[in-house]
């Protein structure tokens, strides 16, 4: 065994900055943080080259005295601890003193700071931890802190690094995050020279939401302030369309420290059990505030993780926090004209054994065959297209042009449709239910991905473009993937600096509709679906193939009806019996099944 020995000072620090200073948007957090503890209401950030170059946060915060601003980079230096009891009721945000010791030494660090009672303040520039004398300097109060040339002196970190354009997403996912925990304080964010967003500091989440993600989801928020057994929850959470194929825009802070944590997450994902598709994600931003004494911020270095104490008690007040305000979106909801009559007990957070009892017993055998998440088909409203016949289109026949008739077929008779979502018909002595969504699903996957195979491009020129708003990492997602992009329809460019305008889209719908197909691809690309070739250009495919589907709730003819029946048919020679999700399409129920239900037979 090698002998012991303890590692010199500076390889220690540097292995320290591996935990605290792991890339440039962890930087930032360490030191936007500081400049929070400092009282600052006004935070301003620059970076250059993704951070790698140069990092500048500029704040109107307390300042540092100048007789205290060297010790400010020792190791394990600190203002917010005095003894082991204070671990366990910390408030602020910051709090081991290893965050401008680590940044130093793998950078080169200058900070120009001022107290209110200074007259002058105070310069002083760090190369990789080593200090130089210090000056006195004219400024403002408050600080100002430049980190360059992070990793220089360690070549090998530098490979870890993404590209610039992926670093400085990071910056802003991170920035954004805080910026939504302290909606009092204004902060403005500025990559390479131009602003990317700038939060106006007015105490408003709502504002803050919309300086940062944008209109769309700012008019999509539902408020959350609730409050149980000495625990808060309070914040926004999005109303279903704002639901996205990730977690990337689900937030969670503790005390107003941004935390990561996802059994939480899940909780507060349950609430949107059935009104939001499998596989879809909703958006929120929630502030759990409970006693400090209840958390334990110190079991990771970058404090992103945390322990809470009677992690329960947490469990069920995020689920009533958001179960409750989601229940109270839809209540306040305006009454449609046709009203579907599971929505009120939707509205009231029934369960699926509970809607069963309102309904006629051959919808009750729907509900019993089909899975638990067909519930929220009751509740689609949107319709997809202004064509007459939906289904009676030109390309659906090539699909089907291969099947043979090995016999003949037993004839079948369309019935009619039920609840404006599926299609009945009878075929020998068996009665057939069709969810005319999952089926409409189905054509138009198989259809999409034949002309795909077939290398066909598909899509239509919009008579008037869609133009729509990307957050800095979406537009880098968006450039680094257009020209896939385009493979599926799409003919997309650059508009402004944080836009693109959409001129041909893949399906004739609603620009929201539109806009929400892009955002779901961009969002796929930048969750990594590449990665298994075939499975990422299906995915592709159905998710063109879901938007364009016929929704429920669409009243049918009776030539969409047959022609929905006829197809069911077809698709069911191949094997294909569900919707690309795996829902059924169909389901049976024999002359015998109907006649015990009337107990006409036993």
């Known amino acids: 065994m090698a002998e012991i020995k303890v590692l010199p000072q500076n390889i220690a620090d540097k292995i320290a900055a591996g935990e605290v200073a792991e890339r440039p948007s962890a930087v930032v957090k360490e030191l936007v943080e500081n400049s929070i503890d400092a009282g600052a209401t006004s935070i301003q950030v620059e970076i250059e080259k993704g951070g790698v170059k140069c990092i500048r946060v500029t704040d109107n915060g307390c300042g540092i005295p100048e007789n205290q601003v060297e010790t400010a980079f020792l190791r394990h230096a600190t203002s917010k601890l005095r003894n082991i009891e204070d671990l366990y009721s910390m408030s602020t945000m910051g709090f081991r003193g290893e965050a401008l010791s680590s940044i130093c030494a ?19 520039e760090l190369s990789h931890g080593i200090p130089s004398p210090k000056e006195s300097i004219a400024c403002n109060k408050g600080t100002i802190m430049e980190v360059c040339d992070l990793f220089q002196n360690i070549p090998a970190r530098m ?34 020279g131009a602003e990317v967003f700038q939060t106006s500091g007015d105490g408003n989440l709502k504002n803050a939401i919309l300086n940062i993600y944008g209109l769309e989801y700012a008019k999509g928020l539902i408020d959350v302030d609730y409050e149980k057994d000495g625990v808060r929850i309070f914040g926004v959470c999005g109303k279903s369309d704002l639901a996205r194929g990730n977690r ?41 505030n409970l006693s400090p004494s209840l958390v ?22 995020v689920y009533g926090a958001v179960s409750n305000a989601l229940m109270g979106a839809v209540k306040d909801e305006p009454k449609m004209e046709k009203a579907i009559p599971v929505r009120e007990n939707y509205a009231e957070n029934a369960s699926v054994s509970q809607i069963k009892m309102k309904i006629p017993s051959f919808s009750q055998r729907v509900r019993e065959e089909v899975p638990a998440q067909t519930v929220e088909k009751f509740i689609e409203y949107t319709v997809p297209h202004k064509e007459e016949n939906v289904f009676c289109e030109e390309k659906t026949e090539d699909v089907f042009d291969f099947i043979e008739e090995k016999e003949e077929e037993i004839p079948y008779k369309v019935v009619g449709q039920v609840f404006e979502t599926y299609v009945i018909f009878q075929q020998g002595e068996k009665m057939f239910f069709i969810d005319q969504h999952a089926a409409h699903e189905r054509f138009r996957f198989e259809n999409l991905l034949s002309d795909y195979k077939a290398k066909k491009k598909f899509g239509q020129m ?16 968006f450039r680094e993937n257009q020209s896939v992009i385009e493979d599926f329809g799409f003919e997309a460019e650059e508009f402004g600096k944080d836009g693109i305008i959409i001129r041909q889209s893949p399906i004739t719908s609603s620009d929201e509709e539109i806009k929400g197909l892009m955002a779901e691809m961009i969002e796929g690309f930048s969750g990594g679906f590449k990665n298994s070739v075939w499975d990422y250009e299906e995915k592709m495919i159905d998710m063109i193939s879901c938007k364009y589907a016929i929704k429920a709730n669409k009243k049918l003819t009776e030539i969409e009806m047959d022609d929905i029946v006829r197809k069911t048919l077809e698709l069911e020679k191949r094997g294909k019996a569900t919707c690309p999700h795996g829902r059924p ?10 006649e015990k239900m009337f107990k006409r037979i036993v």
Do not use: W
């Open 248 to 288: 990337t825009r689900q937030t969670l802070f503790v005390n107003g420290r941004y935390i990561k944590n996802h059994v939480i997450a899940k909780v507060a994902e349950e609430a949107y059990r059935n009104s939001i598709m499998v596989g879809k994600f909703p958006f929120f931003v929630l502030n759990i």
């Open 106 to 124: 793998v950078a080169n660090v200058r900070i120009i700071t001022r107290t209110e009672s200074e007259e002058e303040g105070t310069l002083m």
């Open 462 to 477: 919009l008579l008037i473009p869609v133009v729509m708003n990307l957050t800095t990492s979406e537009m880098d997602v």
């Open 585 to 594: 399409i169909k389901i049976e129920f024999s002359k015998q099944e109907v």
């Open 296 to 317: 334990d911020v110190n079991v990771h270095p970058a404090k992103t993780e945390i322990k809470i104490a009677d992690e329960k008690r947490i469990y069920d007040t």
């Open 159 to 192: 490979k870890f690094l993404k590209k610039d354009s992926t670093e400085s997403g990071y910056v802003a996912d991170v920035l954004g995050r805080i910026a939504m925990a302290k909606p009092n304080i204004s902060f403005k964010y500025v990559c390479d």
